[in-house]
């Protein structure tokens, strides 16, 4: 499977991130959820630094997704989710993570 390229926006700044082809609504359904996260962190005024943002942005994220994988779990006659999409959402999640890291600087800032 070929990737291409997606600019998106995040808080104001413009990333260039790699999207397999025909995954493209699902990142940038990712992309918009990690806007919205950042910018109410931002918006409730305690923290302006954009890395600390951004960590409590992903906390949050992957919090509310293992709070859902349990919910999942806890569920008696759960169905599988049709072509392991709970398998690629935790592989999105991961790959988000990854790509936040790339991002921070060895100073822990936002390069």
Do not use: H, W
């Not at 994220?61 to 293992?66: C, D, K, N, R, Y």
Request: proline share 4%.
């Amino acid at each position: 499977m070929s990737a291409k390229q997606l600019e998106v926006q995040i808080m104001q700044q413009t990333y260039l991130l790699a999207c397999p082809e025909g995954q493209e609504a699902r990142l940038l359904d990712a992309v918009e959820r990690v806007d919205t996260a950042m910018t109410r962190i931002r918006d409730a005024g305690k923290v302006r630094a954009r890395e600390r943002i951004a960590v409590l942005a992903a906390l949050n994220l992957a919090f509310e997704l293992a709070d859902q994988q349990l919910r999942v779990a806890a569920q008696p006659m759960a169905t599988p989710e049709p072509n392991g999409a709970q398998t690629n959402e935790s592989a999105l999640l991961q790959t988000l993570a990854t790509r936040l890291d790339e991002a921070l600087g060895r100073d822990g800032r936002l390069i």
